[in-house]
């Protein structure tokens, strides 16, 4: 603090009764963004008593953020020295900066505590510091949003930009092909029912299980072709029932339901591979394929003969 005041303006010089009084301040001109220090020095005759006052309440448009007195210095001439300092703490736009008058107390140094007869004081003059310089306009339109600095591009960016990227590919692939399942789905909703049997037929040709050595699941998938045919064709529930079950219902439907010997030579000979135990083969396969295709065109032709 006694670096900074260096540079001190004085603020206020006066003497009254043979103390001397002065208030040096830095800066002058209030900066809302630096601290104001005050050096207040009294200098008296070695038998007088002086209070240093204090300014804390007398402060306007400050906060006090330290104060601190130094120890009285006598010198050769009989006169005693003291100094008070106050770091001081602007606040953001005050109406404004002042030290309001305050009083000096001061009595003879072998007085009695109990006699107040030659105890004087006396009262200072108003300080007041210069308010800081009006802001300049600024020209120009507002700024909407605040320009953004784009990071530099690093190898750990590189790789989230290229995770977000796939990421945004797998999302979109992920609704195509649920856009193009379900176009499908209206799609086959509409068809036949022996229209719908060819296309189910061709996808689980497609998939080649046979290759795959998983015969079971080609037999119980190829059943199902025919009995969801029956069904749609039909109205028997016959997926959900067993083959005895589904026969014996074809059979109290013989007037509506084809060549049932053919369906049930085709049902009983997968049931051999899907619950018996039966070893399959590719030719097997393939025999099975050729029943369930020469059982939906003889029914489905029958049902053109009959129109």
Partial sequence: MTAALLLAASLLAMQKNGIELTLDGNPEVIDPARS?????????????????PDLRDRVRGFSVAEDFEEAPVADKAGYITQIANWRLVPEPVAEEYK?????????????????????????????????PPPRENVDGEMEVSAKKDIPPLTWKLFGLAVAALAALCALIALVVYALLLLARR???????PIERAWAE?????????????????????????????????????????????FLAECSSAQGRV????ALKRFLESADMVKFAGVEATSDMALNATSAARQYLECDSSSEVKAK
């Fill in 99 to 131: 030290i309001a008058p305050f009083a000096v107390m001061a009595s003879p140094r072998l007085l009695s505590s109990r006699n107040d007869e030659g105890k004087f004081s006396f009262y200072t003059k108003p300080v007041y510091f210069k308010q």
């Fill in 258 to 261: 084809g060549d049932t010997g």
């Fill in 186 to 192: 209206v799609k086959e909703h509409r068809m036949s």
């Fill in 36 to 52: 104001v220090f005050v050096k207040l020095t009294l200098k008296y005759p070695h038998d007088m008593t002086v209070a240093p």
């Fill in 201 to 245: 037929l061709g996808r689980l040709l497609e998939k080649d299980l046979p290759g795959k050595g998983r015969f079971k699941d080609f037999y119980v998938e190829l059943t199902m072709v025919v009995r969801r045919y029956v069904q749609r064709k039909y109205g028997i529930k016959a997926p959900h029932m067993t083959t005895q079950e």
